[in-house]
C-alpha cells in the first residue's frame, strides 16, 4: 500500500480596486436613479454632468427598468423639464429624512448672535465676505432648486448637527475665515488680478518675475478642456492684464478669468463652478462669466461651500455626502466623503500639514457644536451599511482634548443641555452670547493647507492554506 503524501495547497487571491472618480461604476443593486418608473409628462431622462460625468443618452433606460450604471447610483439620472432654457438642476442624494416646515433655521436656529460666537473672520476681507445676511440668502437660494435641503432636514437636532459641521470645515478650510482664496500659489491684488508666488510676486511694484501666461495660448491651469459645454464651463482665452494704478506690472491675470479655489468650502475647477451657479440660481453661466464672484458675493462664497456639502458624492457608495453622513451625526464620514486620503487616516505618517487641518476641524466643530448646544460624534456607524469614516479621528479628538491644543473641545460639553455628551439633548438650545464670551478660549493659528490629489488604492488578500 502506498502512503498518501500530504500536499499543501495554497491559493491566494489579491484583488486590487483603484478607486478612480472619473470612470467608477459603482454596483449598488438595482435601479436607484431619480428616472426610475418614467418622467412625468413634459420631462426626459438626462444625465448629471458634475458628479460622474454623464450624458443623457446613457440614462435613456434608466425609466424603462435598466439596473445597470448608470441607473445604479443615485442622481447620475434625473428628470428633467424638455423646455428650451429651462434650468436642468441635478437633484441632491436624498437623506430619505421629512423636511422641516416648522423651523425658520436663520430665525429660529442660527440667529446673528449664534452666527457671530461662531464665523470669526480673521482678516477684513473675511469679515466682509462671510457674512451673516450672506449665508441666509445662500441656503435660501440652495434650497428653492432642491427637494434635499441643507439645514432643513429632519428634526432640530440634525439641523443644527448639520449647521455645526458646515461651519466647521467652512472655517477649517479658509483658515478661521480669513482667506478668500484657499488656493495656495497665488497672490491677489487689489482682489481683481491675480500672479503666481512661485514667479517672486514684488508686492510694491506689483510685477511677476515670470508671466502666468504664455503669450498666444490659452491659460487651462483649473480648467479642463474635456468638460465643458453642459459639464463644465468653457476654458477662457486667458490674457496678461494691467494692474489698476501700475503702469509697469507684468505677469498678472484677470481673477475674473480664472478656476482657482475660492468659497467656504474649496470650489474650483470649471466643472464645479457651473454646477455651483446652476444650483444657487439656475443659470448655467453665472459664474462661468465671472468665477470671482465667489470671492467678493457672500452669497456665493457660502453657497459654493453648501453645494460641495450637499452634493460631493463618495464614490463605491449609493451616493454618500457630507450631509447625508452629518444627518446620521456623523462628523467623521463628513471628513471623509470631503477630503478623502488627504485627511483620512489623520495620521502624521502621511501629512503633519493635513494632520493639523484635522485638529482645526475638530476644534472648530467644538466650537460651533457649543453655540448650536449640540454634540456630534467624530465617527458613529450605527449601521453596517453606508458606514463612512474617517480613522483615527477620534484620537486626534481625545489626544487634543487631553493636551489642550483644541481647546474648544474642552468646553463643548458645558453648552449641551443633556446627561451625557453622545445623548441627543433634552433642551435644545444656544448659550447667550455672554455665556459664550465668557467661556471662550484663544483661537490658535493653523499653518496653511498644501493641495495634493491622490487614488485610493484597496488591496484584499485571501489566503486559503490546506494540508
Not at 41 to 60: H, I, K, L, M, R
Not at 67 to 86: H, K, R
Not at 178 to 184: F, L, Y
Not at 258 to 268: K, L, P
Request: hydrophobic share 35%; charged share 20%.
Amino acid at each position: 500500500m502506498i502512503r498518501p503524501i500530504a500536499l499543501k495547497h495554497t491559493f491566494t487571491t489579491i484583488a486590487t480596486l483603484a478607486i478612480l472618480s472619473s470612470d467608477c461604476h459603482a454596483a449598488t443593486g438595482g435601479n436607484l436613479s431619480n428616472c426610475r418608473g418614467g418622467c412625468p409628462g413634459g420631462e426626459a431622462c438626462v444625465g448629471n454632468p458634475f458628479s460622474q460625468p454623464v450624458s443623457d443618452s446613457e440614462c435613456g433606460g434608466c425609466g424603462r427598468g435598466q439596473y445597470w450604471w448608470p441607473c445604479n447610483f443615485e442622481t447620475l439620472c434625473f428628470c428633467a423639464s424638455t423646455e428650451e432654457g429651462a434650468p436642468r438642476v441635478p437633484p441632491a442624494p436624498a437623506s430619505k429624512l421629512s423636511v422641516n416646515q416648522e423651523l425658520d433655521i436663520c430665525a429660529d436656529v442660527l440667529t446673528e448672535d449664534v452666527f457671530n460666537s461662531i464665523v470669526q473672520p480673521t482678516s477684513d476681507e473675511g469679515r466682509a465676505l462671510f457674512s451673516y445676511s450672506g449665508l441666509c440668502i445662500a441656503i435660501d437660494n440652495y434650497n428653492r432648486y432642491h427637494d434635499e435641503k441643507f439645514a432643513q432636514m429632519g428634526t432640530e437636532e440634525q439641523i443644527r448637527m448639520e449647521l455645526a459641521s458646515f461651519l466647521a470645515h467652512a472655517a477649517a478650510d479658509t483658515y478661521e475665515m480669513g482667506n478668500i482664496v484657499q488656493t495656495p500659489s497665488l497672490a491677489l491684488t487689489e482682489g481683481s488680478t491675480a500672479c503666481h508666488v512661485k514667479s517672486n510676486n514684488n508686492k510694491e511694484t506689483r510685477t511677476c518675475s515670470e508671466p502666468w501666461v504664455v503669450p498666444g495660448t490659452k491659460y487651462e491651469e483649473f480648467c479642463d478642456t474635456t468638460r465643458t459645454g453642459v459639464q463644465g464651463c468653457n476654458c477662457k482665452n486667458v490674457t496678461m492684464t494691467n494692474v489698476p494704478g501700475y503702469t509697469d506690472a507684468i505677469g498678472y491675470i484677470a481673477a475674473s478669468d480664472a478656476y482657482f479655489s475660492r468659497g467656504s468650502i474649496s470650489t474650483e475647477w470649471n466643472y464645479d463652478y457651473l454646477g455651483t451657479g446652476l444650483s444657487l440660481t439656475g443659470v448655467p453661466d453665472i459664474l462661468c462669466e465671472n468665477p470671482d464672484l465667489v470671492a467678493t458675493d457672500s452669497q456665493y462664497a457660502w453657497g459654493s461651500g453648501i453645494y460641495k456639502y450637499m452634493e460631493k458624492m463618495q464614490f463605491g457608495t449609493t451616493g454618500e455626502t457630507a450631509h447625508k453622513q452629518v444627518m446620521k451625526g456623523n462628523f467623521g464620514g463628513s471628513v471623509e466623503v470631503l477630503y478623502g486620503d488627504l485627511e483620512c487616516p489623520s495620521s502624521e505618517w502621511g501629512s503633519l500639514e493635513h494632520v493639523n487641518l484635522v485638529k482645526m476641524r475638530v476644534s472648530e466643530v467644538c466650537k460651533s457644536g457649543a453655540a448650536l448646544a449640540i454634540f456630534v460624534e467624530m465617527d458613529k456607524c450605527d449601521t453596517p451599511t453606508n458606514c463612512v469614516t474617517c480613522e483615527g479621528l477620534k484620537d486626534i479628538y481625545d489626544s487634543c482634548r487631553e493636551d489642550g491644543s483644541c481647546p474648544h473641545c474642552q468646553t463643548w460639553t458645558q453648552f449641551v443641555k443633556s446627561s451625557a455628551p453622545t445623548v441627543t439633548p433634552i433642551i435644545v438650545e444656544s448659550p447667550s452670547w455672554e455665556d459664550w464670551a465668557a467661556n471662550q478660549p484663544p483661537r490658535s493659528s493653523m499653518s496653511n493647507r498644501l493641495s495634493s490629489h491622490s487614488v485610493l488604492i484597496f488591496v484584499v488578500s485571501v489566503i486559503i492554506a490546506y494540508l
